[in-house]
């Protein structure tokens, strides 16, 4: 898949591959810029211009997302794959209830009477630990777990086979991560919906994903098992970004994380697009595009990196 | 009344190093919620909040948001008035009316670093007015070339060479990582010997916040003091000396880094401890974190009792009449709480 915003065509995504399978928890990892928000607008066929796909095609359960017609889209988003956004706080309309706004997705969406919506309504937020009292609070009488609660609820109350959660919890205290986080994977067990998880935070991720896409300047540099690929990282990207974080329990040690700047996406060099901040940069990363490949035969990881490719870096 | 300006003491005095530079004494800050004529309702933001900072030493606070961290910060700044206890500064009290220390000759001391480096700048001037400002103000007795080589020297130290080019750019030419940068070196430039830095890095990129607290850490070094507020109990730390947790307004447990978060006692530390997410570990692997309700008290000038009493696992019926007192569990390690008595 590619995809080109048309400020000076900066390739915000460029040739990702990616499969979801039903009942799976993939995460996308990468810094601000990255593609990987850009990425999900893309899926549910969200994006707006100047955002224009160029190539690609993203497939839902057999049917190509982006030639659906208006209609289609309509049952397709919601329906079967929904959001939750990364300024889930504000994504809740501030002048109606939260009770109006889950029964509107419901009446929106099936033929049923506005007493069945309601009675749905009432049970998905029962579902997310908020009371039916609550269904006529407006969204700032809620705290904002609160509030994300709420979104994941109108996420959820169509059952989609799909979720796909931008940032859902950056704007949220630990603890208050650490519940909300508990909480959707047990609603997970009972649903069995996909996710797929968009973050920076890798310590978060390589908790709750089973595979881990890791993207750099448009492009997907490494994908793998989530454990494997949290205990021995082969990109120097992926190794970079794990040495960013400070661990809690782990030694004491200066971290100097990854040097320089992110990529300009206006102004990309030749070769590999992580050469500039890479530490083990070859003659042949300045020249040539390194590809996406398998680089053991054991395992599914694939890596693009030259130096992975012919097992000079570890 | 203003004292005449030490110049040889700026930019900054390496000889200070076990010196005390801030004080806080019992601080009390209370906010009004409505405007009543008599019987007015209060909040108590911060309560009974005692620490110290020595110059080239960081103290963290952590905890989650409504904790009173910022506005411990603000007070530090007189943004907010305390009701009631003492903030030094070199011994000297910031709010002493006897004696009462002007904006500016607090200003030139403590400087403080926000967490927005989008909202901190000017977007219609030039990196160069942002530094020149505050060493025209601080620092008068620089002037034409000479103030011009000291804010280059500003903007290298901060690692944003070249210096030249960078001072003639706008905001909206930098990256979040530049612009924090940025800020940084206007603090500095005062010659402050004390910054609180509030969230200075969770709105920056993952790959680059640590160059930014590697570079705080390089101006602890030059025997600059630091408050870091943020919620982030493991980049404090990583970052800080001593860490400080707080909950509603109050010191649950403090000392040394290290110790704090390798040996939490405080049931509200290690709550916080078990929610992080860390790197290599599995889910579900740390079920430890039973709260028993997510409750946080709206803290009252008559509240009594420990603040975490709606949400500790390990709550006895003393802890809603008595708040604990200190405890000390090693050499730089105290915790208020009755089951560590």
């Known amino acids: 898949m590619d995809y080109v915003t048309d400020s000076g065509n900066a390739r915000a995504v460029n040739n990702v591959s990616l499969d979801i399978f039903p009942g799976e928890t993939v995460g996308l990892a990468g810094e601000s810029g990255c593609g990987k928000s850009t990425l999900a607008f893309a899926i549910a066929n969200l994006h707006s211009a100047p955002a224009l796909i160029t190539g690609g095609e993203i497939l839902f359960e057999g049917q190509d997302v982006l030639k659906m017609s208006d209609e289609e889209l309509r049952g397709f988003r919601w329906a079967k794959a929904s959001m939750v956004f990364q300024s889930a706080m504000n994504a809740l309309n501030p002048v109606i209830t939260i009770g109006e706004q889950l029964v509107d997705v419901v009446l929106a969406h099936e033929d049923v009477t506005l007493e069945q919506a309601k009675e749905r309504a009432v049970a998905n937020l029962e579902l997310v630990g908020i009371h039916a009292s609550r269904m006529n609070s407006y969204p700032h009488q809620l705290s904002g777990g609160m509030r994300q609660r709420v979104v994941i609820a109108i996420a959820l109350i169509l059952r989609p086979k799909l979720i796909i959660m931008d940032e859902p919890t950056t704007a949220l205290d630990v603890v208050v991560e650490r519940d909300i986080m508990d909480q959707l994977y047990e609603l997970k067990e009972e649903f069995g919906f996909a996710i797929l998880f968009i973050s920076h935070d890798l310590g978060l991720m390589g908790e709750i994903t089973d595979r881990i896409g890791v993207m750099y300047a448009g492009k997907m540099v490494e994908l793998g098992d989530s454990e494997e690929l949290m205990s021995h990282p082969r990109h120097p990207y992926t190794r970079g970004l794990l040495k960013s974080f400070p661990t809690i329990f782990g030694p004491k040690e200066r971290l100097e994380g990854i040097p320089g700047n992110p990529l300009n996406l206006l102004d990309v060099p030749n070769g590999c697009y992580f050469q500039a901040r890479c530490s083990e940069c070859a003659d042949i990363c300045i020249n040539t595009m390194p590809e996406l490949v398998a680089v053991d035969s054991q395992s599914p990881r694939l890596v693009s990196c030259h130096l992975v490719e012919r097992g000079v870096a570890q | ?341």
């Open chain 2, 1 to 341: 009344m203003n004292q005449p300006v030490n110049l040889e003491e700026f930019p900054v005095n390496r000889e200070s190093r076990s010196e005390q530079l801030l004080q806080v004494e019992d601080l009390v800050i209370d906010f009004a919620l409505d405007n009543a004529l008599f019987k007015r309702q209060y909040m108590r933001a911060v309560n009974g909040v005692s620490f110290d900072i020595r110059a080239g030493e960081a103290l963290a606070i952590v905890g989650e948001s409504g904790s009173g961290k910022s506005t411990c910060a603000r007070a530090l700044t007189r943004l907010y008035p305390p009701t009631a206890g003492k903030l030094k500064l070199n011994g000297r009290d910031i709010n002493d009316k006897a004696d009462l220390m002007s904006q500016s000759e607090l200003a030139k001391q403590v400087q403080m670093i926000f967490q927005d480096p989008f909202g901190s700048l000017n977007p219609v001037h030039t990196i160069r007015h942002h530094l020149y400002r505050p060493i025209k103000i601080h620092q008068p007795h620089l002037k034409g070339a000479a103030l011009e080589a000291y804010m280059l020297e500003m903007l290298e130290k901060v690692g944003l060479t070249p210096a030249q080019q960078t001072a003639d750019k706008y905001p909206h030419e930098l990256s979040g990582g530049q612009r924090q940068r940025v800020a940084i070196a206007r603090a500095v430039a005062t010659g402050a010997r004390f910054i609180l830095a509030d969230e200075p890095i969770s709105m920056l990129d993952v790959s680059i916040r640590l160059g930014i607290l590697n570079l705080m850490a390089d101006m602890k070094e030059e025997g600059i003091g630091f408050l870091y507020i943020t919620h982030d109990i493991a980049t404090a730390r990583y970052f800080a000396e001593r860490t400080a947790v707080m909950y509603v307004g109050h010191m649950v447990e403090w000392g040394e880094s290290d110790s704090v978060t390798q040996q939490p006692r405080h049931p509200y530390t290690q709550l916080l401890l078990s929610a992080v997410p860390e790197v290599g570990r599995k889910r579900g692997a740390q079920k430890s974190c039973a709260t028993t309700g997510n409750q946080i008290p709206l803290w009252k000038p008559d509240s009594k009792g420990c603040p975490f009493v709606s949400r500790c696992p390990k709550v006895s019926e003393r802890c809603s009449n008595e708040m604990p007192g200190v405890t000390q569990v090693a050499e730089d390690h105290f915790v208020r709480c009755f089951e560590v008595e």
